[in-house]
């Protein structure tokens, strides 16, 4: 008879459970979560699907990983400090190597982000990795996607496009140098959510914010959205790795080619985020445009470039 | 082209979002909830896939209610305040009727148990359903399994072993009285998560508690296993419905069988609890035992009734 639920997510995951706000974890009905007097709970999940958000021979280990990393990436864009997590696994079969390999991946980002595991739920089913996330705040701020004032400066962190040129390469599409081709994938497989950077805006007053899922111009648009003003964009400014650079230089791929993965390809987990221009920018991030009245985006998109913008689940 | 993901979860869910404890819900990277002064958080997870945890041809609007109400009970099993709840949807398709209907089942858990939607996330595979549900605790206490404590009665709320004689229907192996089908149905389609009863069982010290989702032996002896006690059960106390009744006088199934459904079938939900022998039963809950010093169940299991005990995932 193969292992039991119990003893296969004891096995793996009960050692990750530990934390300095952890009352209670996984082993009863609920975890049990302690916040500091005055701190609100930020809470956010994210899943990922087999086929639909990594490729179906992705290593166990990057799914864990990458599955953490992408929903604490929401605990960033707020600028809240990591609490916990619950992951809910839904898993065709109980694969013990799999089983290991994936709980060596969250327990990297486990370890990474202190964000403990409290709690979780296995079924059987279609491989599927849903992860809550649960972080504090204090009371009275937040990193939104409202705040934005006409004469802020925009800026993202880490550099663009990376991801989306990952996935074009999985696909087949491009063929990068060997060495850009394995940062690209570490990039994708990889992304690394930006809690110290979301933490340091909260104190510098970053007026909003928002993490990269889906592509520069979709979630800065989210931001121009809810905020009542216009995000104009230089994509000159945009901050490309050196492999995605080498790409134009070596492997072939159009300037126009890599701009759009870096205005519209998802999956950078990057912050988008908009400061008084009176700030200094942060360490490693970018300024790529500004805040102007109005509404929408402009990213001179009279420049020809044929951008298919936003990540649709439908 | 059909409405996008963003439109058509602002259309069936973001009314769902509004509560007393909700500062931020539904729309940006986090939700955002406040605990009162000196409470601690409560937070569990549960996923429910078709053909897996319910028929594939369950009525959409039951596949919502259940998925809250399953994971609603983890927070009635230690007691918890409910504050919200995120949910992760997958579906094979956005599919504008079924959204619509399962939105409906959600919404009237939502309001059953004053547990607002407040995050989520829609992606596209084979039909699954995870919540988390987050609730408050009290500083100094909560419900767990670990307190039961020689002495104590035993308790059960409600009636048990509907829900596997509801699933037994399902699967044509055996055909109970028209309204007695009905009833059990019900009961396994519309589980009610305990919310007020765990509350009232925190504030009168109950000792020990859980939700019985695996079977009354299964969950019983968690209890047993936590508290370093023995749990003895008197099959002849347990709650029975007037239509599982009915199946033993009128649609020719065997008294064992019954008590097999009552002890051993899971996805009832109610909750099993020990009180010190002084404290009344609260309502609508039967003693059906006690603790004694020792370890493990006993049951009456001489008697001769082979158990298969306790549900298992893999």
Same sequence: chains 1, 2.
Avoid at 92 to 99: K, M, N, Q, S, V
Avoid at 242 to 251: C, E, F, M, N, S
Avoid at 264 to 269: C, L, Q
Avoid at 292 to 301: A, H, K, R, Y
Wanted: charged share 20%.
């Amino acid at each position: 008879m193969p292992p039991s639920e119990f003893t296969l997510i004891y096995r793996y995951f009960s050692a990750l459970g530990r934390g300095a706000a952890v009352d209670l974890s996984v082993g009863d009905d609920c975890a049990i979560l302690r916040l500091a007097p005055g701190e609100r709970l930020a809470a956010s999940v994210d899943t990922v699907v087999e086929g639909v958000h990594f490729p179906a021979d992705s290593f166990p280990e990057d799914i864990g990983y990458r599955a953490v990393a992408v929903a604490a990436s929401d605990l960033a864009a707020v600028g809240a400090r990591p609490l916990g997590m619950t992951l809910a696994l839904t898993l065709p079969e109980a694969d013990e190597f799999w089983l290991h390999s994936f709980s060596q991946g969250v327990a990297a980002a486990v370890s990474e982000y202190e964000l403990p595991l409290v709690g979780g739920d296995t079924t059987r089913g279609p491989l599927a990795v849903t992860v809550q996330v649960l972080g504090a705040l204090p009371a009275d701020r937040a990193l939104l996607r409202d705040g934005a004032q006409s004469g802020d400066a925009v800026y993202v962190s880490g550099t663009l496009g990376d991801a989306a040129a990952a996935l074009a390469f999985l696909n087949g599409t491009w063929q990068p140098p060997a060495a850009a081709g394995e940062y690209l994938l570490q990039r994708f497989h990889r992304p690394r959510a930006r809690i110290a950077l979301g933490r340091e805006l909260l104190e510098r007053g970053a007026t909003a914010a928002i993490d990269i899922s889906d592509g520069l111009l979709a979630d800065a648009g989210h931001i121009a959205r809810a905020s009542g003003v216009k995000i104009c964009i230089e994509p000159d400014r945009l901050p490309l790795s050196p492999a995605l650079r080498t790409g134009v230089t070596q492997a072939g791929v159009s300037r126009e080619q890599v701009l759009r993965w870096a205005l519209a390809g998802g999956d950078d987990y990057e912050l988008c985020f908009c400061l008084p221009p009176t700030q200094p920018a942060p360490a490693d991030c970018t300024c790529i445009g500004r805040v102007e009245d109005g509404s929408g985006l402009d990213w001179g998109n009279d420049a020809g470039i044929d951008i298919d913008a936003g990540y649709q689940h439908f």
